[in-house]
């Protein structure tokens, strides 16, 4: 079955502390996207990649790091700056960029402050 | 500024009827909008997708219209079910980034 694996499905982080949030897609698409979601808002773009090893910032990029070393991968590194990292993160992904093309998105990631 | 505005009430609606929900937005020239359903815990689930030039498109019990006079979209469900309670999301393609934007959602309640 093809689609979007994220993990893990929940995750604490202690203050200081950088945390590393997965997202796999078997799903052969170029494009991939982070968003994070907080209740009664909508989704906010963090960061999105059109191509493997390259990325661009999204609306809340401050705090967080990405890496796109291989079309499959898309690691959300959370860290110690992101002061307020509690919230449900999705990873999506969709062929040729958005354009005109439906996101796919994981079941997301819920992490915690400890 | 650029806006999504999706009505933040909940919509609770009696099964069989139809539910509306609207997706307005401001200084944006979209040349798509996206329609998505959403389960509590999951990741959002994409429903339809109408191009600028398209008035209505249909896919079983759900219809989009998309007014880009009045920069609004309606999204329709017909003889509504309890399976159809869910959050609903609409989205905009940003062609200066190619990303979407998304509104905050509009949760659908269908009393049986």
């Known amino acids: 079955d093809g689609g979007i694996t994220q993990s893990p499905k929940y995750l604490f982080r202690k203050e200081g502390q950088n945390v590393t949030l997965s997202c796999e897609q078997n799903l052969n698409h170029d494009a991939m996207y982070w968003y994070r979601q907080d209740p009664g808002q909508g989704l906010r773009l963090i960061y999105y990649s059109q191509i493997v090893n390259d990325f661009q910032k999204g609306d809340i990029a401050e705090g967080y790091s990405v890496s796109r070393e291989k079309k499959e991968s898309f690691p959300l590194t959370v860290t110690s700056a992101q002061k307020n990292p509690t919230a449900f993160y999705l990873c999506?992904?969709?062929?040729?960029?958005?354009?005109?093309?439906?996101?796919?998105f994981g079941d997301g990631t819920r992490l915690s402050i400890l | 500024s650029q806006k999504i505005e999706q009505n933040s009430e909940a919509l609770n609606i009696q099964e069989g009827k139809t539910a509306t929900l609207t997706c307005n937005y401001t200084n944006y020239s979209p040349a798509y909008l996206q329609w998505y359903r959403q389960d509590p815990g999951r990741g959002p689930v994409f429903l339809l997708l109408i191009r600028e030039n398209e008035k209505e498109k249909r896919k079983e019990r759900l219809k989009v219209t998309f007014d880009t006079t009045l920069k609004q979209s309606l999204f329709h469900i017909t003889a509504s079910q309890p399976a159809d309670s869910a959050t609903y999301l609409c989205?905009?393609?940003?062609?200066?980034?190619?990303?979407?934007?998304f509104g905050s959602g509009t949760r659908l309640q269908v009393q049986p």
């Open positions: 989205a905009l393609l940003d062609t200066g980034r190619r990303a979407l934007t």
């Open positions: 999506a992904s969709s062929m040729q960029g958005a354009i005109g093309q439906p996101q796919h």
